[in-house]
T-cell receptor, first 113, second 109 residues
């Protein structure tokens, strides 16, 4: 049982390039999330999907877009990467959007130069 | 919004020591989780504990929701316990976990 799987694990982009981070979960969870973690800090929510077919902004959505492709998959897209988006990105899932335990992927370390 | 404060920010201990990490939050919460982020960056679920007490081996946690705090106890520390311990809470107003800044724990052999 893999849990939450993210790809890639590492990525270096040049300013202005685009890329998509992929996330898949095999726990049949309804809700999925994208967070970012900057050095020395806790995580901050970028976007979430409470259920298949819905997405909503979190605390720091600017510069990102998301797609809930199906119940298993939730992708995060950077259309024009900026150095301020250098961070570690975590995908998470939970059975429901409230009052349930969240499980996290292993993270994607993104550097924008 | 809800504020989450963790203490101490840093803790250095010898192997075998016990420790208590604290998480204070500023409002009522529906959900509280403790995580361990290991030196490789992986987030490991420790406890899902919106209230009450739970134990898992050498680790235990207590959340007193009415007084807005949670404690994580680590007994007989091992070097593999090193890393950053995060508390994250979810309030009724937010569909997200709000994270503290973490406690960085270093266990020396």
């Amino acid at each position: 049982n893999a849990g939450v799987t993210q790809t890639p694990k590492f990525q270096v982009l040049k300013t202005g390039q685009s890329m998509t981070l992929q996330c898949a979960q095999d726990m049949n969870h309804n809700s999925m999330y994208w967070y970012r973690q900057d050095p020395g800090m806790g995580l901050r929510l970028i976007y979430y999907s409470a259920s298949e077919g819905t997405t909503d902004k979190g605390e720091v959505p600017n510069g990102y877009n998301v797609s809930r492709l199906n119940k298993r998959e939730f992708s995060l897209r950077l259309e024009s990467a900026a150095p301020s988006q250098t961070s570690v990105y975590f995908c998470a899932s939970s059975s429901e959007v409230l009052n349930t335990e969240a499980f996290f992927g292993q993270g994607t370390r993104l550097t924008v130069v | 919004g809800i504020q989450v404060e963790q203490s101490p920010p840093d803790l250095i201990l010898q192997e075998g020591a016990n420790s208590t990490l604290r998480c204070n939050f500023s409002d009522s919460v529906n959900n509280l989780q403790w995580f361990h982020q290991n030196p490789w960056g992986q987030l490991i679920n420790l406890f899902y504990i919106p209230s009450g007490t739970k134990q898992n081996g050498r680790l235990s946690a207590t959340t007193v929701a009415t007084e807005r705090y949670s404690l994580l106890y680590i007994s007989s520390s091992q070097t593999t316990d090193s890393g950053v311990y995060f508390c994250a809470v979810e309030s009724a107003l937010h569909y997200q976990l709000i994270w503290g800044a973490g406690t960085k724990l270093i266990i020396k052999p």
